[in-house]
């Protein structure tokens, strides 16, 4: 599987939106770009994937950039609750499994 | 909504003893793992099950570490004899197996501590 690069943290306001970078300069034709984020003391939680286009869901928007080397997560209204370790995973469709990095820790600030 | 449950959420042993953890994943889901995750690190994946078969183990130190999923539903993880440095989170995953639309549902894990 392609490695992905986070930034180990990040800070944002409150009810401003939340950009977090990923690169994944290797990603091959047939991976998928997968964000999940971990709570404090809680497993894991599904946010969003995409292989090309760009995605919108309840939770967050996932832009990816033309040549997939790279990608945003943006939380649109970021809450306290947001406050959590962000993990960017590349997952090849043929094996079902991730492989999570270290993650970006974001702190929203009132 | 459907959850992975798992027990117990807290585990204090002694060195050298035996742990057993148990996850029951969304009915439904074919697709079972198994993660340890140490303070500060990501999620390692220890062992996968598709049914009852074991797809990947190739993490799982296999000489003090044995998983089963013995009807393709519930699994438990054991560890024995538990060593100072297997401390950590446990969690389970379950997954539907749908290839290009895959998601894990992980439960809220075992937090394990050996003495």
């Known amino acids: 599987d392609a490695k992905t690069t986070q930034p180990p943290s990040m800070d944002c306001a409150e009810g401003r939106a939340a950009n977090l970078p990923c690169n994944h300069s290797?990603?091959?034709?047939?991976?998928?770009v997968y964000w999940y984020r971990q709570i404090h003391s809680q497993g894991p939680q599904y946010i969003i994937h995409?292989?090309?286009n760009n995605e919108t869901n309840e939770m967050a928007s996932l832009i990816i950039t033309e040549d997939r080397k790279s990608s945003t997560l943006i939380l649109p209204h970021a809450t306290l609750r947001d406050t959590a370790v962000y993990y960017c995973?590349?997952?090849?469709?043929?094996?079902?499994?991730?492989?999570f990095g270290a993650g970006t820790t974001v702190t929203v600030r009132a | 909504e459907a959850e992975v449950a798992q027990s117990p959420r807290y585990k204090i042993t002694e060195k050298s003893q035996a742990v057993a953890f148990w996850c029951d994943p969304i009915?439904?889901?074919?697709?079972l793992y198994w993660y340890r995750q140490i303070l500060g690190q990501g999620p390692e994946l220890l062992v996968q099950?598709?049914?009852?078969?074991?797809?990947?183990d190739s993490q799982l130190p296999k000489d003090r570490f044995s998983a089963e999923r013995l009807k393709g539903v519930d699994s438990t993880l054991k560890i024995q004899p538990a060593e100072l440095g297997d401390s950590a989170m446990y969690l389970c995953?379950?997954?539907?197996?749908?290839?290009?639309?895959?998601?894990?549902?992980f439960g809220s894990g075992t937090q394990l501590s050996v003495l």
């Open positions: 099950f598709q049914d009852e078969s074991v797809v990947d």
């Open positions: 009915s439904g889901h074919a697709t």
């Open positions: 995409g292989l090309k």
């Open positions: 995953a379950s997954s539907p197996g749908d290839a290009t639309n895959e998601k894990l549902f």
């Open positions: 290797t990603i091959s034709g047939n991976e998928y």
């Open positions: 995973i590349v997952r090849s469709i043929n094996d079902y499994k991730l492989s």
